[in-house]
């Protein structure tokens, strides 16, 4: 036993349980976390959207959101970038350069998605396939995805390019708050409010509500399923493209055909935790998420925070498997 | 088919259906016959070295086989998992680290671990493989199917960062010089080293027997019959009296035990273990063999373990594109064959099917050949 224990403490450090450092850096991690977490949560909202209406996991979802960033990082690299030092870019160039990059990844992203519903996932609809190889083809679709980038960039980093530097625009409690995460927290929450208002206000995402509640009593009333379901994943695809876009601007690397598995897999992580197939609750699990891993890694270390997010992940689903707010898209207030 | 009274269900699965019929309806001498010249063939394959099988002047052609016999162990130890009970397993990359570990640990000067014999290091690899069997499954079994593949996704990972973070684990830079099993040869050299695959080959292929034999005797008992009825219905399995967890729990102990065997074995051949092999990618390449071959089948699943195995060494110009050949596989057989190239094996239903016969005088009403297979009008998205 005593051989385990020295073992283990071999090499000292390698987990801290440092309560102080949480004391000091709580209001910088909360405020990168709101930030990282707005990102976790555009991502969710296409988990929760694919599986209120299907009750599918979209395992591809992660590369639907790799592909944006990619479509973003050339976007970039077609305006003349170039990986090295930041530019020094007006206000007004700078909007437009990342408008007009924003707007390449929601395409890019949202036509992947339709992509792969209409090749993998539609056949198998026709057919009544059972859940399981639906999961299986999902998983398929992600590789091959994953694999087309590998094929087309092999397997190195791109290195990143910078549109703009992190600037100190205020502070909250001596915790600075940069131009960067303002930017990307605003601009999440006006989007997932535009995701929300259309699901919830417009006859097409009546529509949406309808098919996730009872798909063929929505089909009797005249909704055209197909269709809904095609809505489904642009919607969740355009959102992950603007989520891939913030990723870029503000990861230390750059791009890699592997980088979605992770950030997908928290995504997921974030869309269970506020109750998936619930557009409220993706928000709320991403911004949870983002928070309680920064604290986590505050506590534990530098290497422990992915592992503090999959210790959440099956927390929540052995206590609450509904999540914080409750699952179910059908069920959405009307 | 209302004046068919055949057993089997109609159309598809019908010339599988007849061979294995065939097959059983031999005498175990005969069958017998068959299989032990079968066996011996299999055992001499490295020193044939046949032709249009051989993956040389490419790759080692006795390393290459070693490698398929290593994979077909995995994939029937996931095959308990996923094919005999059901349960959607995207983590098992995690099990076979655990057993390379484990291997690495008691067996390299690397390690400050007391040192046992490598032929000792198995059965532990085995024991603490279980373990972590038990402490996945205890708290994710209770998880509907698509929550389970997410959970063991993030098992898989989460070992591969442990051993990323844990220092006594080391890492990148891993651990030299895994141990082997005894004997020398005439020359004076170890009989297991990294350069000559044959006698990793023979006993890779002696534990999949024995595992084959294992399982096999444990499908056919009242835990076999027991993971049926959960991967066929678990809430209905549950009301006719299957303790579904417990059962579920040996299913995952068991394909953990049988992962972990395959990691210490593959520790020993490469001689070397570091966190760089035990990725999702990998994780995924295993459930492929099983779901290619046709999961629930054993045969199936090692026909499934040589195809993902051997291609990419047998013919190297597709070694670059395999994952993509592999994904895509994976979407095209889901669509047209989603029981795999050989499906799975129903004695357990066609028992049923002809119980219903007898008793009402007509063919079944007993649907779904596996998990995998549609039914007709049932749609996974209502």
């Known amino acids: 036993m005593n051989h385990v224990v020295t073992f283990l403490a071999d090499g000292s450090d390698w987990i801290n349980f440092d309560v102080g450092a949480l004391r000091d850096q709580f209001w910088n991690d909360t405020i990168e976390g709101l930030s990282q977490g707005s990102i976790y949560a555009l991502v969710a909202l296409g988990y929760t959207l694919v599986y209120g209406v299907l009750r599918l996991i979209n395992f591809a979802h992660s590369e639907v959101f790799i592909f944006g960033v990619f479509g973003a990082y050339f976007t970039f690299f077609g305006l003349g970038f170039r990986p090295g030092p930041t530019p020094e870019l007006g206000a007004g160039e700078l909007i437009l350069y990342l408008a007009l990059a924003l707007i390449v990844a929601m395409l890019v992203s949202g036509a992947t998605a339709v992509v792969v519903e209409r090749v993998a996932y539609r056949p198998l609809r026709r057919r009544g396939a059972p859940p399981l190889v639906f999961l299986i083809t999902a998983i398929g679709a992600s590789f091959v995805l994953q694999q087309i980038l590998f094929i087309w960039r092999g397997g190195n980093q791109e290195r990143a390019i910078r549109l703009m530097r992190p600037q100190e625009v205020f502070t909250i409690f001596g915790a600075s708050v940069t131009n960067l995460q303002i930017i990307i927290v605003l601009a999440s929450i006006v989007l997932m409010l535009i995701a929300n208002t259309f699901i919830n206000r417009t006859r097409l995402g009546r529509g949406v509500r309808a098919v996730a509640q009872d798909p063929d009593t929505a089909t009797l009333m005249g909704v055209n399923k197909e269709r809904v379901i095609m809505l489904t994943f642009l919607i969740g695809g355009l959102l992950a493209g603007a989520a891939a876009l913030f990723y870029l601007m503000k990861a230390p690397t750059g791009a890699s055909y592997q980088g979605g598995f992770l950030l997908g897999i928290k995504a997921f992580t974030a869309a269970v935790l506020g109750g998936i197939g619930n557009l409220r609750g993706a928000l709320l699990g991403g911004l949870i998420l983002g928070i309680v891993e920064n604290y986590g890694q505050s506590v534990f270390g530098g290497g422990w925070r992915d592992i503090v997010a999959f210790v959440l992940l099956v927390v929540v689903l052995m206590f609450r498997p509904t999540g914080i707010l409750g699952e179910s898209l059908g069920k959405a207030r009307v | ?382």
Do not use: C
């Open chain 2, 1 to 382: 088919m209302n004046a068919h009274h055949t057993a089997s269900p109609p159309a598809k699965v019908s010339g599988m259906q007849t061979m294995r019929d065939k097959w059983n309806s031999l005498s175990r001498v005969q069958q017998w016959a068959v299989l032990i010249p079968l066996v011996v063939l299999i055992y001499l394959l490295p020193v044939l070295n046949p032709p249009l099988l051989t993956t040389e002047p490419n790759y080692n052609f006795p390393i290459a086989m070693f490698d398929v016999a290593r994979y077909a162990l995995i994939a029937i130890g996931l095959n308990v998992v996923v094919g005999q009970a059901g349960l959607l397993d995207l983590g098992y990359v995690g099990f076979f680290a655990v057993g390379a570990y484990v291997a690495a640990l008691f067996t390299s000067p690397d390690s400050m671990l007391h040192k046992l014999p490598y032929l000792a290091v198995l059965p532990l690899a085995v024991v603490v493989t279980m373990f972590f069997g038990v402490i996945l499954g205890a708290p994710t079994l209770r998880l509907r199917g698509d929550y389970l593949a997410i959970v063991t996704l993030g098992f898989g990972e989460m070992v591969r960062l442990l051993a990323d973070q844990v220092p006594a684990l080391r890492g990148n830079s891993g651990f030299q010089t895994v141990g082997h099993p005894p004997g020398t040869r005439a020359d004076g050299t170890a009989l297991f080293n990294q350069t000559d695959g044959k006698p990793w080959y023979w006993l890779a292929v002696t534990l999949v027997i024995g595992v084959l034999l294992l399982v096999g005797n444990l499908e056919r008992s009242r835990v076999g019959r027991a993971w049926v009825a959960i991967r066929e219905d678990e809430a209905v399995a549950e009301i006719m009296g299957v303790p579904t967890f417990k059962y579920k729990i040996w299913a995952f102990v068991i394909g953990a035990a049988i992962g972990g065997l395959s990691g210490a074995l593959y520790a020993g051949q490469i001689g070397f273990v570091n966190n760089q092999k035990f990725d999702v990618t990998t994780s995924v390449l295993f459930l492929a063999a099983v779901v290619l071959g046709g999961s629930g089948n054993k045969v199936g699943v090692m026909l499934g373990a040589f195809v993902i195995a051997y291609l990419p060494l047998r013919f190297s110009g597709i070694a670059e594109y395999k994952y993509l050949i592999f994904g895509l596989a994976l979407i095209v057989l889901m669509l047209f064959r989603p029981q795999g190239l050989l499906g799975a094996r129903q004695r357990l239903l066609a028992k049923g099917r002809e119980a219903y016969q007898r008793l009402l005088g007509r063919p079944e009403q007993i649907s779904s050949d596996s998990s995998l297979v549609a039914e007709p009008g049932k749609e996974a998205g209502a």
